[in-house]
């Protein structure tokens, strides 16, 4: 671009208004596009009255052009005001600064006085990488302390709920239930207040075969079924999960109302509070099995922390991992869920070892998990879309090292938004799997628009 002919202190401010007016209909369509042109104008009509001489109009008519364009600003639609209004008025106030050429330059100082100065500033501004690095530590990661009580009193929840289970289902053939999820895989941001409580059912693999969820009439390669086989030889009855049968399928409604109805409404929570030192209760009018644990910080007596435990029956065939998890799979009774969490997890885990153990992909998803939470705009991104991000940018990116902690944040910024201007983000293990699928186009637009935003002003996920 030609900007030869522009005012002093106008380049910077011109280059990223150009900038986003000639990307902004990618991710905002039409109309998004022309709201951003109104804050744009704002900008625009400021930095050129602000190069006019002082007697080029009247006072009263520069206060009221002054109110008119931030009017347009603050008129603007919930878009425009959760994320522009913030770089609008930002790069209003920069450019006001740059742009009064009325003023007679300010009475330059002698280097000695400068440097001292100039030595102090330096101090208290930080690199993004070192802004990224404060951030990680500060907002991101987790106290030992914390994490070692939440897995502690998730442990004690399930230690009570599979003691009460063999009581009250002695012929339930169950596994050895155990914790899973991001809080035991050090994957868990910001705070530690979720877990997952996997409940083994012990199939027999002569007698069940799990359909993969392309070869179902569904045709979704997450939504698998669970077919009886051998009815001729081993009838109804052989199997103590033949009870919960729906056409010849093993329902995971029926299993998931079986132990919602042991777990959540048979057990005597209000006595177990008192035993375990702490508040349990269920989690009612939701279709997913969920314990909420309420209990007092050991650091602070006066702040209560919170623990959610989402209780999974879960099953293992060969190499799928089936969940229960009606919240998901939605009316589909005899549907199971196929989580590829494990596989996603452990990839990472094994490329960052043979990398030298850095731990860089972890790190940069732990940090991009925490700020989707931490922002509005971006707070239905997960783990799920963030981690296949990673994955996939680790197939076509070497350089993991700790030095490009920084890049690799920005870069995953980027491959985000192209994922979400096409509509579709393909899961690393299941390509026909579209992670994307679940989201609006207004949600598309919203978290575009917050992460195109954050191209040019990472910071503003850092806040």
Same mark, same amino acid.
């Given at each position: ?12 401010? =011109? ?18 596009? =022309? ?5 744009? &104008? ?14 080029? $109009? ?94 502690q009193r998730a442990l ?22 155990? %914790?899973?999820?991001?809080? %035991? ?11 997952? &409580? ?32 051998? &009815? ?23 299993? =998931? ?11 005597n929570w209000p006595s ?6 702490? $508040? ?10 969920k314990l909420e644990i309420?209990? &007092? ?80 705009? %971006? ?15 680790? $197939?076509? $990116? ?13 870069? =995953? ?6 994922? %979400? ?43």
């Amino acid at each position: 671009m030609y900007y030869a002919s522009k005012r002093r202190g106008e380049d910077g401010i =011109a280059a990223i208004i150009d900038f986003l007016l000639s990307n902004a209909r990618l991710v905002l369509g039409v109309g998004g596009a =022309a709201v951003l042109g109104i804050a744009t &104008l704002a900008v625009k009509k400021l930095i050129e009255r602000a190069g006019r001489p002082p007697d080029d $109009e009247k006072p009263d008519k520069k206060m009221t052009d002054s109110w008119e364009e931030l009017g347009l600003v603050s008129a603007s639609p919930k878009l425009l005001r959760k994320g522009i209004e913030g770089v609008v008025m930002k790069q209003i106030t920069a450019a006001t600064k740059k742009a009064d050429l009325s003023q007679p330059p300010p009475p330059q100082k002698s280097e000695a006085e400068a440097n001292p100065r100039r030595k102090r500033a330096d101090l208290c501004v930080l690199t993004f990488a070192e802004r990224l690095q404060q951030y990680y530590r500060t907002r991101v990661c987790l106290s030992a302390d914390e994490v070692s009580r939440a897995k502690q009193r998730a442990l004690d929840i399930a230690t009570e709920i599979h003691a009460f289970l063999r009581s009250k289902h002695a012929d339930m053939p169950l596994g050895e239930m155990t %914790l899973g999820g991001s809080l %035991l895989d050090d994957l868990q941001v910001v705070k530690a207040d979720h877990a997952c &409580l996997l409940v083994p059912l012990q199939l027999e693999p002569s007698l069940w075969t799990p359909i993969a969820g392309e070869d179902t009439f569904l045709g979704h390669p997450q939504y698998c079924m669970l077919r009886r086989e051998n &009815l001729e030889y081993f009838p109804r009855g052989r199997s103590y999960w033949d009870r919960h049968l729906l056409g010849g399928y093993l329902s995971s409604r029926l299993v =998931a109302e079986q132990l919602g109805k042991s777990i959540m409404e048979s057990m005597n929570w209000p006595s177990l509070s008192g035993t375990l030192e702490c $508040e349990v209760r269920p989690v009612l009018g939701s279709s997913a099995l969920k314990l909420e644990i309420r209990g &007092l910080s050991e650091r602070n007596l006066s702040e209560e922390e919170q623990l959610f435990i989402s209780v999974l029956p879960t099953v293992r065939l060969g190499e799928m991992t089936l969940t229960a998890q009606p919240e998901i799979t939605g009316s589909f009774d005899y549907v199971w869920y196929q989580s590829l969490y494990t596989s996603e997890t452990a990839r990472l885990a094994s490329l960052d070892q043979s990398g030298g153990g850095s731990e860089v992909r972890r790190k940069c998803l732990k940090t991009l998990k925490a700020a989707c939470r931490n922002c509005p705009a %971006l707070h239905k991104l997960t783990g799920a879309q963030l981690s296949n991000v990673i994955l996939h940018m680790s $197939e076509k $990116e070497s350089d993991w090292s700790e030095s490009a902690f920084a890049d690799r944040f920005q870069q =995953a910024i980027t491959e985000m938004i192209g994922y %979400l201007e096409m509509g579709v983000l393909p899961s690393y293990f299941k390509p026909a799997v579209n992670l994307l699928q679940g989201f609006t186009e207004d949600d598309i637009d919203e978290m575009g628009f917050m992460l195109y935003c954050a191209v040019s002003e990472p910071e503003i996920l850092l806040i």
